[in-house]
């Protein structure tokens, strides 16, 4: 196969067998169950994917949370902020969802992952926090 034939697509979920979080640093959300990884772009100990050629990819990310702690989700493209999801803490509600979507140019090697600021979480069971991406054109 050549090296234009590959389209990448992959989901992978963040299980960790409940709440995630809270950390004292912002750190890289591995996503350590894979559900999918064709093109094998997407790393499970490091939480990174890294294109494989160049061209518009989609990604998506999505998270599931208990509201007695911040949540706030960034994801990068190599260094730079490129989008984010959120949600203050509440004593109200028990539970926030939230997700983002993005289109992105990428040259082969770029990296794309999702970080989780310092002090935040995420709920990492169940099926419920999710990073996928493929490859439109």
Known sequence: MCEQDIKPVFTALAEYGGAHGPFNADKT????????????????????????????????????????????????????????????????HTADNGANAVFLQLQKGDQVYVTMLANTHVWAAENSTSFSGFMVR
Do not use: M, W
């Open 29 to 92: 959300l591995v996503y350590n169950k894979v559900v999918t990884n064709i093109g094998d772009a997407y790393n499970s100990s490091t939480g990174v994917f890294v294109a494989p050629v160049a061209g518009v990819y989609y990604f998506t990310f999505f998270y599931h949370a208990g509201g007695h702690c911040e949540t706030q989700l960034r994801l990068f493209k190599n260094s730079e902020f490129i989008v984010r999801t959120s949600d203050h803490r509440s004593d109200t």
